[in-house]
């Protein structure tokens, strides 16, 4: 069993629709929690980060965290065109100098 | 300005053959990454430097050589390629690696492909 579980996807969807995004994780340790975005052909970019649990939001974007379900997502609201992209959730342990990451979601936002 | 470079974007070669990767960042991090991603984007780590030391060292073939001159630059070396090292190799820096070890800026990645 991987550590970080994510749904590969393709995910289709059309512009202007609330995106859910989520991965689940095995191991209790994590205590950061991290969504990057890459673009086709290029590296990830650091989307969003939360420590332990709860919600944090930013513009379009809102990280959530369950430690107690093990479980986080990344909503999109209004998404756009060029929100399409592969969405990579990653954790680490605290003290941990390693990501783990899921396998990444490829998202499409259809005009 | 680029943060994080590196060189060359694209590899092909042929097996056995010897090849390096290049890594340079100009964001002053005291931490990089060297990092596998395979045809299903699958990420992971290979290894991590620290101000020039050796951090991590995951599961890798010992065919694969990381070498940190300085703090700003991370080489990678894969002596005797193989089929299976196909993929995109991804240099990454960050602040430390501990604190701020979650905000990782990552290179545009090398496509290596093994003929």
């Known amino acids: 069993q991987k550590e970080v579980e994510q749904d590969p996807g393709p995910l289709s969807v059309p512009e202007g629709a609330i995106v859910s995004l989520n991965c689940t994780y095995s191991n209790s340790a994590f205590q950061y929690f991290m969504w990057y975005r890459q673009y086709s052909r290029k590296g990830p970019e650091l989307l969003m980060y939360?420590?332990?649990?709860g919600n944090k939001e930013d513009g379009r974007f809102t990280a959530q965290v369950d430690k107690s379900s093990k479980y986080i997502s990344l909503f999109i609201r209004d998404s756009q065109p060029s929100d399409s992209a592969t969405y990579l959730c990653a954790m680490s342990a605290k003290g941990a100098q390693k990501l783990v990451f899921g396998q990444g979601t490829r998202l499409t936002i259809n005009p | 300005d680029t943060a994080v470079s590196q060189t060359p974007k694209y590899l092909v070669t042929q097996m056995g053959n010897d090849k390096s990767i290049k890594c340079e960042q100009n964001l002053g991090h005291d931490t990089m990454y060297w990092y596998k991603q395979d045809s299903k984007k699958f990420l992971k780590i290979m290894f991590s430097y620290n101000n020039k030391e050796l951090i991590i060292n995951e599961t890798v073939p010992n065919r694969f050589s990381p070498k940190s001159p300085d703090k700003a630059h991370l080489n990678l070396h894969i002596n005797s390629l193989e089929l299976g090292d196909s993929a995109v190799y991804f240099c990454?820096?960050?602040?430390?690696?501990?604190?701020?070890?979650?905000?990782?800026?990552f290179g545009p990645g090398t496509r290596l492909t093994v003929t």
């Open positions: 939360t420590y332990s649990s």
């Open positions: 990454a820096s960050s602040q430390d690696g501990y604190g701020r070890g979650y905000e990782q800026y």
